[in-house]
């Protein structure tokens, strides 16, 4: 990513890398610095930060504005420059945890931020053009866990990956490794990806889901970048993201809120989105063969299980959007929710994201995108699951 050229090079660092992660990821996730008051003066929180879900990563952004030097030189700025991202990362959290602050992020909205609600990890983020080979940087331990990177190597995992959530939850990974030379992010990269390639698959109960439920496996990290296929349907995720993203703004729900459901969206695993992308659009084209005056329904929907929870996310394309296809979305994602949390014994813990899309035949866009989640027991009646379950009988495709 090019530094822009209106401005100093530091400050271009910090933009460049903003440009990055809301270009390749959601732009709603990366949050510029705020300034807090610390005794009679102000004290800026991080040059930049990450946020999806319970993670956050306070990234301290470090230039080279002068012409390099020798290796040694290089070698000990290089050091001095991450001992004091480190610190400053560990003064930000610290301050976070004090009192909340108000960060705005790169859709304009503003977040209070408050450091208990997160897990957190420091990034020191390194702008320099002449890294000496096999420059490792050593820092002492600040209580979270924290990595340095190149400002390449960030551009590499936004590009690799195009998902902030997929690149936070592997920069937490990539913190638990053995350090490894500046530059090198992408060798770990594919190593690890490698890895994941060759791990067995977890077994899950397919009949959680009821009859038809197959077992999917996929490389939390893919070693094909998204996107490189040869279509662009992995975009179709992407622009459902930003459909809930910008519509949730004008409904005026509340940020915190929004940005659960576009965290909870973006869990979608990096290795499936082309093949979600092209069943919505194949979807898509199915209904609108409806005969007139009736509505047909596609439906596909994945459970993902792990401890700290269970994900349901459901997509369903309807042939029109009208008050009644409307509250029978409502009411699939209800029951489909009840249904996988009865079978589990766990229903406090998950959580059901659906989606559905609707052709718009206005000319202004493809579909219309509507959006309904729910979290924990579904407090349904008897009476009410029976009359769900006689509108939406389980099938072996449901």
């Known amino acids: 990513m090019p530094l822009p050229a209106d401005v100093e090079p530091g400050i271009g660092a910090e933009k460049a890398a903003h440009t990055a992660a809301a270009t390749w990821g959601l732009p709603d996730f990366v949050f510029q610095s705020s300034l807090t008051r610390k005794g009679s003066g102000q004290r800026e929180l991080g040059d930049r930060l990450l946020l999806s879900g319970k993670r956050g990563a306070v990234i301290q952004i470090k230039s080279r504005t002068v012409k390099p030097k020798g290796d040694a030189e290089e070698r000990a700025w290089i050091q001095k420059v991450t001992k004091k991202a480190m610190s400053q990362a560990k003064g930000t959290v610290r301050m976070l945890r004090l009192q909340a602050a108000d960060m705005v992020n790169g859709r304009g909205t503003t977040l209070s931020v408050a450091g208990d609600a997160y897990e957190w990890m420091a990034v020191s983020l390194l702008d320099h053009d002449h890294v000496p080979d096999g420059m490792v940087p050593t820092f002492e331990p600040i209580g979270m866990p924290a990595l340095t990177l190149t400002r390449r190597d960030w551009d590499f995992l936004f590009d690799q990956l195009r998902s902030t959530t997929a690149v936070l939850d592997y920069l937490f990974r990539a913190a638990g490794e053995m350090p490894i030379a500046l530059g090198d992010e992408p060798v770990r990269y594919y190593e690890l990806a490698a890895a994941d390639a060759a791990a067995p698959p977890v077994d899950i109960d397919t009949e959680l889901v009821g009859p038809g439920g197959r077992r999917f496996s996929t490389?939390?990290?893919?070693?094909?970048?998204?996107?490189?296929?040869?279509?662009?349907?992995?975009?179709?995720?992407?622009?459902?993201?930003?459909?809930?993203?910008?519509?949730?703004?004008?409904?005026?729900?509340?940020?915190?809120?929004?940005?659960?459901?576009?965290?909870?969206?973006?869990?979608?695993?990096?290795?499936?989105?082309?093949?979600?992308?092209?069943?919505?659009?194949?979807?898509?084209?199915?209904?609108?063969?409806?005969?007139?005056?009736?509505?047909?329904?596609?439906?596909?929907?994945?459970l993902h299980q792990e401890a700290a929870g269970d994900r349901q996310m459901l997509f369903v394309c309807a042939t029109r959007f009208d008050k009644y296809v409307e509250a029978s979305f409502g009411s699939y994602v209800m029951l489909r929710h009840h249904q996988v949390g009865e079978r589990t014994g766990r229903p406090e813990s998950l959580c059901s994201v659906g989606v559905m899309l609707t052709p718009n035949h206005s000319g202004n866009r493809p579909w219309d995108t509507t959006l309904v989640r729910v979290l924990g027991p579904s407090h349904l009646t008897s009476e009410q699951v029976a009359e769900f379950e006689e509108l939406w009988p389980q099938s072996g495709n449901a």
């Open 219 to 302: 490389p939390l990290l893919p070693q094909v970048p998204a996107g490189a296929g040869q279509t662009n349907t992995h975009l179709v995720i992407r622009y459902v993201l930003e459909d809930v993203a910008t519509s949730m703004l004008r409904d005026a729900i509340s940020e915190s809120d929004r940005l659960t459901v576009l965290s909870d969206l973006d869990r979608l695993p990096v290795g499936m989105r082309e093949e979600w992308g092209q069943l919505l659009l194949d979807m898509l084209d199915d209904v609108e063969q409806a005969p007139d005056g009736h509505v047909m329904w596609r439906s596909r929907r994945q």
